[in-house]
């Protein structure tokens, strides 16, 4: 059975279109028979990586010296086969998950190699993800406003040595509902965040079709500025 933990940055958790598009990909995960969790940084305490002579790399190898809510979270991390990232668009993410991200440098084995002329490690052999995902929310308009987010757990993925299995990015989110109620465009939406986590589950890839079904407009940029 795949293990998948799910880590939403979204501060305001549960209430967040980040969390709403994250349920529907996860829901088809699940109906896949996938085994899942979620956290949400916003409820942990986790310090921000203070340790600039890197401790968990240079004195005991996959330790972390803090002490917090980090601790309980890395052998849930280091046993999910799938790790699923989520987060809406801030500066460029929320102040949580970017510790989190920082934080995640004890998964990494500290033996460095050069791969297409980029500096790259590996995952420790006792952790066992092997694909990460990106879910992400933004309130502007375009597509685009997502992508230093995009390249920055792409770039994780790389330097971790895992597969990125692709990005569920829904701009102007707001718009998949009004009055408090998901529209029809906004189910639609769901409905294919839902189709790509039953995809990755059951054959180990995501649909193209089914992510740009998920981005695709739901308004006009003249409609939307107004």
């Given at each position: 059975m795949h293990q998948i933990i799910a880590v939403n940055g979204s501060p305001r958790m549960e209430k967040g279109y980040t969390q709403l598009l994250l349920d529907a990909f996860l829901q088809g995960m699940t109906e896949a028979g996938a085994d899942v969790e979620t956290v949400f940084t916003s409820r942990l305490n986790i310090k921000p990586c203070a340790c600039g002579r890197l401790y968990c790399w240079n004195d005991k190898p996959g330790e972390c010296c803090i002490q917090d809510d980090m601790q309980p979270l890395y052998p849930k991390l280091k046993s999910a086969n799938i790790l699923v990232?989520?987060?809406p668009v801030y500066i460029p993410l929320p102040g949580d998950f970017q510790n989190f991200i920082n934080r995640l440098?004890?998964?990494?084995?500290?033996?460095?190699?050069?791969?297409?002329?980029r500096t790259r490690a590996r995952m420790r052999a006792d952790v066992k993800i092997q694909k990460m995902v990106l879910v992400a929310t933004s309130g502007w308009w375009e597509v685009e406003n997502m992508d230093t987010v995009l390249k920055i757990i792409k770039e994780?993925?790389?330097d971790a040595s895992v597969e990125f299995s692709g990005a569920l990015l829904r701009p102007h989110s707001s718009v998949m509902k009004s009055a408090d109620k998901i529209t029809p465009d906004g189910q639609s939406v769901l409905n294919a965040a839902r189709t790509a986590g039953s995809d990755l589950i059951r054959s180990g890839s995501m649909n193209p079709d089914t992510l740009a079904a998920i981005s695709r407009p739901l308004i006009s940029p003249e409609d939307f500025l107004s």
């Open positions: 990232l989520a987060t440098c004890p998964l990494l084995d500290p033996v460095l190699e050069m791969r297409r002329g994780l993925a790389e």
